[in-house]
């Protein structure tokens, strides 16, 4: 991360002179002082949606779709009811959310099948500012089991995608789609991030795509390389934390074991506080990717089986990394097998989304918003990052800000 310290070093020399009171001294007090103010407010997150128990699926909205084209005709995706009545979607005893894909029906020898799930999407859109933690127990996972949590611009890829869950076998990878033009993510960040940067080209991994070429669609990744972030791995560990800040300074995701979850992001504690989580596993810095230009009011959506990507034919053949060919040759023929999908379910603690800004309980889906499906798919750390995410680019670090708060006792 690189930062200027042009306005840092100017105010140093303001300490070697002697400084007389003056309105345009008083003018600069005054714009310090403001300043500080909106670093002090940044820091808190006010809780804007809180998704969990019998209040979770208040949240969404069920996509329908009797047949998903997008997935070959493999899915289809339940109205509320439907999936109620289906026991896909239900709260446990323990409170927990439950979404399921079909482990029961059998499709063998029905041309026309298509393996039963949801498919949902937010009702609150998620503006820039903000901070959504996922706290779940099970993440789905199995051959042609394709789950993703991501958010999505209502117009895409013009108002961006932002992919927080895509599975890659044992390791989760976070990732940008996007059609603004000027978007990547540098190779220089692999210092501020502790993941690995996956679809990187020379000095850049390029977020951009192409819809009408179909070029690059897989965004700019970069995969997680902490244990168990996915699979049977994140299951027997009791699940994790995952979450992701979207605002001005870029976007930052962080990923954490159940073992290891922050104090104040537990399931009873709702004072988030990413400045001291130590570097994210993904930064996205706004310095190569506006955030600002690249990413429009977002849906959270949360979907777990798809042919479209878990259908790549390497993933089915013999002898080629994490094979499913000992399943079946192909993902629309997994598909009829209702004990590939026993595995194939979210059980979660909790959604939450907090806000750097007012919260807007009214913030929803306009009525001409997209719902059709779409494809599912560091930084700021310490005292820094804090500063960083009050909107104000590069002005200084924290002894800066030290330094202006003697200014103006002045």
């Given at each position: 991360?690189?930062?200027?310290?042009?306005?840092?070093h100017?105010?140093?020399?303001l300490s070697?002179?002697?400084?007389m009171?003056?309105a345009h001294?008083?003018?600069?007090?005054?714009?310090?002082?403001?300043?500080?103010?909106?670093?002090?407010?940044?820091?808190?997150?006010?809780?804007?949606?809180d998704l969990?128990g019998?209040?979770f699926?208040?949240g969404?909205?069920?996509?329908?779709?009797a047949i998903?084209f997008?997935?070959?005709?493999?899915?289809?995706?339940?109205s509320?009811?439907?999936?109620?009545?289906a026991?896909?979607?239900?709260?446990?005893?323990?409170g927990?959310?439950?979404?399921?894909?079909?482990?029961?029906t059998?499709g063998?020898?029905?041309?026309?099948?298509g393996r039963?799930?949801?498919?949902?999407?937010s009702?609150?859109?998620?503006?820039i500012?903000?901070?959504l933690?996922?706290?779940v127990?099970?993440?789905?996972f199995?051959?042609?089991?394709?789950p993703?949590?991501?958010t999505?611009?209502?117009v895409?890829p013009?108002q961006?995608?932002?992919?927080i869950i895509?599975n890659?076998?044992?390791?989760?990878?976070f990732?940008?789609h996007?059609g603004?033009p000027?978007?990547?993510q540098p190779t220089?960040v692999?210092s501020?991030?502790?993941?690995?940067i996956?679809?990187?080209?020379?000095?850049?991994?390029?977020?951009?795509?192409?819809?009408?070429t179909?070029?690059n669609?897989i965004?700019c990744?970069?995969?997680e390389t902490?244990?168990?972030?996915?699979?049977?791995?994140?299951a027997?560990q009791?699940g994790?934390?995952?979450a992701?800040?979207?605002?001005?300074?870029?976007?930052a995701f962080?990923y954490?074991?159940r073992?290891?979850v922050?104090?104040?992001i537990?399931?009873n504690?709702?004072?988030p506080?990413?400045?001291?989580?130590g570097?994210?596993?993904?930064?996205y810095?706004?310095s190569?990717c506006d955030p600002?230009k690249?990413f429009?009011?977002?849906?959270?959506?949360?979907?777990?089986?798809?042919?479209?990507f878990?259908?790549?034919?390497?993933?089915w053949?013999?002898?080629?990394?994490?094979?499913?060919a000992?399943?079946a040759?192909?993902c629309?023929?997994a598909?009829?097998?209702p004990?590939n999908?026993?595995?194939?379910y979210?059980?979660?603690?909790?959604l939450?989304v907090f806000?750097t800004g007012?919260?807007?309980?009214?913030?929803?889906?306009?009525?001409?918003?997209?719902?059709?499906?779409?494809?599912?798919?560091?930084g700021?750390?310490?005292?820094?990052s804090?500063?960083r995410?009050a909107?104000i680019?590069e002005l200084f670090?924290?002894?800066?800000a030290?330094l202006l708060?003697?200014?103006?006792?002045?």
């Open positions: 991360m690189h930062w200027s310290r042009a306005s840092h100017s105010f140093l020399s070697t002179t002697t400084i009171p003056s001294f008083q003018h600069l007090r005054i714009a310090v002082l403001a300043t500080i103010l909106a670093l002090t407010h940044a820091q808190t997150y006010n809780l804007q949606q969990s019998n209040n699926f208040s969404f909205k069920f996509n329908e779709s998903d997008n997935n070959f005709g493999n899915v289809h995706f339940l509320q009811s439907a999936a109620n009545d026991k896909l979607t239900f709260v446990d005893g323990n927990h959310a439950i979404i399921k894909v079909d482990n029961t059998n063998a020898g029905d041309p026309t099948f039963n799930t949801v498919y949902l999407m009702n609150q859109l998620m503006d500012g903000s901070l933690i996922f706290d127990n099970h993440i789905p199995g051959c042609s089991v394709w993703s949590l991501f999505q611009g209502q895409w013009a961006g995608e932002i992919d895509v890659l076998a044992t390791d989760n990878r990732s940008l996007v603004d000027n978007c990547n220089s692999a501020n991030q502790t993941g690995t996956s679809t990187a080209n020379g000095d850049l991994s390029n977020c951009t795509v192409t819809p009408a179909g070029d669609t965004g990744v970069t995969t902490k244990p168990n972030s996915f699979g049977s791995g994140f027997s009791g994790g934390v995952f992701s800040l979207w605002d001005v300074t870029g976007v962080w954490f074991p073992g290891s922050p104090g104040d537990s399931v504690n709702k004072s506080n990413p400045t001291t989580w570097k994210a596993s993904a930064w810095p706004a190569s600002t690249a429009g009011p977002q849906i959270i959506t949360l979907v777990g089986l798809s042919c479209a878990a259908g790549v034919q390497s993933l053949a013999p002898n080629s990394g994490p094979s499913c000992s399943v040759p192909n629309s023929a598909v009829t097998d004990a999908y026993n595995d194939a979210w059980d979660i603690n909790y939450r806000t007012a919260v807007n309980a009214s913030n929803s889906q306009s009525a001409g918003g997209s719902q059709t499906a779409s494809a599912p798919g560091s700021p750390t310490g005292a820094a804090s500063l995410s909107g680019h670090v924290l002894p800066g030290l708060l003697g200014l103006l006792s002045l």
